[in-house]
């Protein structure tokens, strides 16, 4: 599967659009003095009004969220780690086009401002990240996942997937036949970590390990080189379609 970047755009925005209704009462921004020695983003940020005022609405998202789990220390510390990714990834932003640092900067406020700090039992819900999402909900056949994820800069690969699933012990399984030690293909392994939730995509037992211990192969779920795997934050209402 190798996306259009006007289709991969799209399913974004969707997303963005589907996962979260703004929080009021926010400043004009940005969360910095935009008077100090700054780098090349800070100023990209302070010489846009718009990604400023999303910078703004980041910060009080984020510090709403670390409030909000003072007592989960795990989800804290996960969130903590999402958002330096998402710093980090703003100077790769920058370089883009399409207006990409804006563009990164109002998936972010989305996936912070949608956050439900309701306690959780189980995978059922949605659950995002700056990739995209995954959904977890019943239907007629029992357990299905389905999920949607966009690499967020330059749109070079769309995940998609809707299939089946079963809860063996900690963790949500699919497609049910890999609970099966011996299953020959590819599946997706879901675990709760605090308040968050860990997807790991599982190479059949043949396929090359990569550095970092993972599966090194082509997973058939998502376009070239583009994986679901990564921690999920709990989100308000449903993120499919």
């Known amino acids: 599967m190798i996306p259009s970047r006007a289709l991969a755009r799209r399913l974004l925005a969707a997303l963005v659009l589907t996962i979260a209704t703004p929080l009021p009462g926010h400043a004009a921004g940005p969360s910095f003095d935009c008077t100090g020695s700054l780098g090349p983003v800070e100023r990209a940020v302070c010489a846009s009004p718009a990604i400023s005022r999303l910078d703004a609405r980041i910060a009080v998202a984020y510090r709403r969220a670390m409030t909000a789990w003072s007592a989960d220390p795990i989800a804290r510390d996960l969130l903590r780690s999402a958002q330096r990714a998402f710093l980090d990834r703003r100077e790769t932003a920058l370089a883009a086009p399409h207006d990409a640092l804006r563009s990164l900067h109002e998936v972010q406020v989305r996936v912070l401002e949608a956050l439900d700090f309701a306690p959780r039992t189980g995978f059922e819900g949605g659950w ?39 809860v063996a012990g900690p963790t949500l399984i699919t497609p049910p036949e890999a609970v099966a030690p011996d299953h020959a293909g590819w599946s997706i392994r879901l675990e709760r970590d605090g308040a968050a939730l860990r997807l790991r995509e599982v190479a059949p037992p043949a396929t090359e390990a990569s550095s970092d211990g993972g599966s090194a192969g082509q997973s058939p779920r998502c376009g070239r080189n583009g994986r679901f795997d990564g921690v999920y934050f709990p989100t308000r209402g449903t993120l499919r379609p």
């Open 128 to 166: 995002s990240n700056l990739a995209g999402g995954i959904d977890v909900f019943r239907d007629t056949t029992g357990l299905v996942l389905w999920g949607n994820s966009v690499e967020p800069i330059f749109f070079r690969w769309i995940c998609d997937t809707q299939e089946n699933a079963v």
